[in-house]
């Protein structure tokens, strides 16, 4: 069978196949969820109200970001979106080939670039941000605005545990080597 299942289907099937091992359920579901959940907002975001500005999510990340910052250095801009530099790279050529993004040297250091919104993509964002912020309240809409704050405090939590523990608990498991260098799912040439 292929095509949609529902998220009702989806835990029916997991629940199936990982009936025998010993598992933290709780915290499973909890995180495939974050993952559902992310994946549908950003595909509905994307779908209804960034496509008609043909920006991607990731180009309405970085736009998004040195909105709120102004002028940023691209090692922040990238942390920030959540993407690595080369990623940026790409996007932030894209914007600027739009208009919407500008770069220049570091004040301090040539060899750092900052980038920043054009008034173009200063008004882009205060154009499209209305929008896309009732697209936010349509998703949220099954949620009461007390539930939008729990929803949000233990998203928060599970992102502050990330931040000052994931770092060690990588060194842990990995007995403090680096990460293998991600690969693109390609098999190596011979």
């Known amino acids: 069978m292929s095509g949609h299942r529902s998220i009702t289907e989806t835990e029916r099937a997991v629940q199936a196949k990982l009936s025998g091992f010993k598992l933290q359920r709780e915290q499973m579901a909890a995180v495939a969820n974050i993952h559902r959940a992310a994946a549908a907002v950003r595909q509905h975001l994307e779908n209804s109200v960034l496509r008609p500005h043909e920006l991607t999510w990731t180009g309405f990340v970085v736009l ?8 940023t250095e691209t090692w922040s801009v990238a942390e920030e979106a959540g993407i690595s530099k080369g990623t940026l790279t790409g996007v932030a050529r894209t914007l600027e080939s739009r208009g919407l ?66 770092e ?15 690969r693109s799912g390609r098999r190596a040439r011979t």
């Open 64 to 71: 998004w970001v040195l909105w709120i910052w102004d002028d």
């Open 101 to 166: 993004v500008g770069r220049a040297p570091h004040p301090e250091d040539g060899r750092r670039v900052l980038l920043s919104l054009t008034p173009e993509g200063e008004e882009l964002m205060e154009n499209l941000f209305p929008a896309f912020n009732t697209e936010e309240a349509f998703v949220a809409s099954r949620l009461s605005p007390e539930e939008c704050l729990q929803l949000a405090d233990g998203l928060r939590a599970v992102v502050a545990q990330l931040e000052e523990h994931g």
């Open 168 to 182: 060690q608990r990588r060194q842990e498991l990995l007995a403090g080597a680096e990460p293998t260098p991600r």
